[in-house]
């Protein structure tokens, strides 16, 4: 829900003729046990592929060029190499809510991705994602 919601607001924002998408897809398993976890991988690997087609769709539609990548890995990691190597403009992203405690114990890839990224970041923040003091 957090990436459908970045992909809306990014798509309806006015941008330049000939301007480009890049959707990337980070799935973050632990392959220290790919067997057990595989199962997992192509669920996710499924949620990928279907927000990269609905994404696209939509971009399409109002008249971007879109290119996609799946990567595993560390979201925080992957979004702010792959901005990087790409050389984007802004990063947009869905952000989950967690609460302080959470953000500190899980790590937040919205805050991780705002503090590394060579570029503008808009972190997408929907209203039942507000985080909750």
């Known amino acids: 829900p957090d990436s459908?919601?970045?992909?809306?607001?990014?798509?309806?924002?006015?941008?330049?003729?000939?301007?480009?998408?890049?959707?990337?897809?980070?799935?973050?398993?632990?392959?220290n046990s790919v067997h057990e976890n595989f199962p997992k991988f192509e669920s996710e690997l499924k949620k990928?592929?279907?927000?990269?087609?609905e994404a696209s769709a939509l971009f399409e539609q109002n008249g971007l060029?879109?290119?996609?990548?799946?990567?595993?890995?560390?979201?925080k990691n992957i979004l702010v190499k792959e901005a990087k190597d790409w050389d984007a403009d802004c990063i947009f992203l869905g952000a989950k809510g967690h609460r302080f405690l959470e953000r500190i114990l899980l790590g937040s890839v919205?805050?991780?991705?705002?503090?590394?990224?060579?570029?503008?970041?808009?972190?997408?923040?929907g209203e039942l994602n507000a985080v909750k003091e």
């Open 4 to 31: 459908h919601l970045a992909v809306e607001q990014a798509a309806k924002r006015a941008w330049n003729p000939g301007s480009e998408v890049r959707l990337v897809s980070a799935i973050e398993l632990d392959f």
């Open 48 to 53: 990928a592929e279907k927000l990269r087609r």
């Open 65 to 75: 060029r879109v290119s996609t990548t799946v990567k595993t890995g560390r979201a």
């Open 110 to 125: 919205s805050y991780a991705v705002t503090a590394r990224a060579h570029c503008s970041v808009e972190v997408v923040r």
